[in-house]
T-cell receptor, first 114, second 117 residues
Framework: DQQVKQNSPSLSVQEGRISILNCDYT??????FLWYKKYPAEGPTFLIS?????DKNEDGRFTVFLNKSAKHLSLHIVPSQPGDSAVYFCAASKNTGTASKLTFGTGTRLQVTL | GAVVSQHPSRVICKSGTSVKIECRSL??????MFWYRQFPKQSLMLMAT?????????EQGVEKDKFLINHASLTLSTLTVTSAHPEDSSFYIC?????????????FGPGTRLTVL
């Protein structure tokens, strides 16, 4: 049972444009969401997170939007750069305040072209 | 940001042997570490939660006698794959939560590629 889903396995975006990566979840108990970036044969790198009490969090070129009613979150990267090419995973956890388990999506491979 | 290291980065072993993978938090103390496994083109699957000074908590379907976890200090957790078989070949990644950082944010090691011949 895939509780966190990333329905687009891949995405290609031109340099300078906006990249939008989507993530859906089914467990309404999730209350903390994170985005990680991963290169092949490396561990994921934390990018940005959002608590369920917010609907937007911004950090530089990265913005995460959360729509709780739709159980949907998205990561916006603008402007996209070639170095952003990687696999992006969204992850979710419940019961913030503890070292909670993360449930990961299946990932979206982003390719930023020149 | 917080740094987590793993050793070795790559290991090849014969079937039936045991392999130990180390996970270290370099600049913070982690009371909790996590071990994941990732098969090609699949998501990260949590195997177990490693708690310092106590027994690890394993996810459903993960054999605790096969994947031995020891979290002997606040900066070190080890995963030992016992009697490894080819089907155990995978990419193993650990993570640690920095208790002084954002809630529930885990920082990941670079991973260990295990190949069992």
């Amino acid at each position: 049972d895939q509780q966190v889903k990333q329905n687009s396995p891949s995405l290609s975006v031109q340099e300078g444009r906006i990249s939008i990566l989507n993530c859906d979840y089914t467990n309404s108990m999730f209350d903390y969401f994170l985005w990680y970036k991963k290169y092949p044969a490396e561990g994921p790198t934390f990018l940005i997170s959002i608590s369920s009490i917010k609907d937007k969090n911004e950090d530089g070129r990265f913005t995460v939007f959360l729509n709780k009613s739709a159980k949907h979150l998205s990561l916006h990267i603008v402007p996209s750069q070639p170095g952003d090419s990687a696999v992006y995973f969204c992850a979710a956890s419940k019961n913030t305040g503890t070292a909670s388990k993360l449930t990961f999506g299946t990932g979206t491979r982003l390719q930023v072209t020149l | 940001g917080a740094v987590v290291s793993q050793h070795p980065s790559r290991v090849i072993c014969k079937s039936g042997t045991s392999v130990k993978i180390e996970c270290r938090s370099l600049d913070f103390q982690a009371t909790t570490m996590f071990w994941y496994r990732q098969f090609p083109k699949q998501s990260l699957m949590l195997m177990a939660t490693s708690n310092e000074g106590s027994k690890a908590t394993y996810e459903q379907g993960v054999e605790k006698d096969k994947f031995l976890i020891n979290h002997a200090s606040l900066t070190l957790s080890t995963l030992t794959v016992t009697s490894a078989h080819p089907e155990d070949s995978s990419f193993y990644i650990c993570s640690a939560r920095d208790p002084t950082g954002p809630t529930d944010t885990q920082y990941f090691g670079p991973g260990t590629r295990l190949t069992v011949l």
